[in-house]
């Protein structure tokens, strides 16, 4: 990187991180955002830019709100994608265990059953749970629905069969 660019991130380092917290509104999120901006940056075999402050300040601008808005940015695949998947499920628990003390002890059950369960299985079924429809987990997740189709399908044999081996065993 330039000696321009690496000056510019010393003299304004706190400004562009007051930036980043403008768009995270949290500022560990921000200071994870401003890192991997300034990551990227340093990969970047040669920036085509003036080296003046401004072209420089708004370039890396640019890149924080594409890395924090886009969920196709390298920041978004790496870090909020999984954080969003599970305050989601951390949530779809508080709700589900503020029902009535049957579905407490359904849930009991499945999360018994869960134990034994790929993450990613019982992630997705939760979810399923949650949202009612694959077609809504699709949406969800981004993930293509025949996947969903068939991590739950085998999710809900799995857990249907240990459910009754276990009422059998009672």
Known sequence: MKPEINNYLSRHYYTLLSIAFKYTKNNDWASELLHEV??????????????DDNSIKYYIIRMLMVNWCYPSSPFYIKYKKYNY???????????????????????????????????????????????????????DTKIPLTSIKRYIKETKTEI???????????
Do not use: C, P
Not at 38 to 51: A, R, S, T, V
Not at 160 to 170: G, S, W
């Open 38 to 51: 300034i990551l990227q940056l340093y990969e970047k075999d040669e920036l085509k830019l003036k080296l």
């Open 85 to 139: 998947i599970h305050v989601d499920l951390n949530e779809a628990m508080m709700v589900i265990n503020d029902e009535t003390s049957d579905q407490h002890n359904f849930m009991d059950i499945l999360e018994q059953e869960f134990s034994d369960t790929f993450w990613f299985s019982k992630i997705l079924f939760q979810k399923y749970i949650l949202l009612g429809s694959l077609k809504k987990v699709s949406e």
């Open 160 to 170: 249907k069969l240990n459910v009754l081996n276990r009422f059998d065993n009672e």
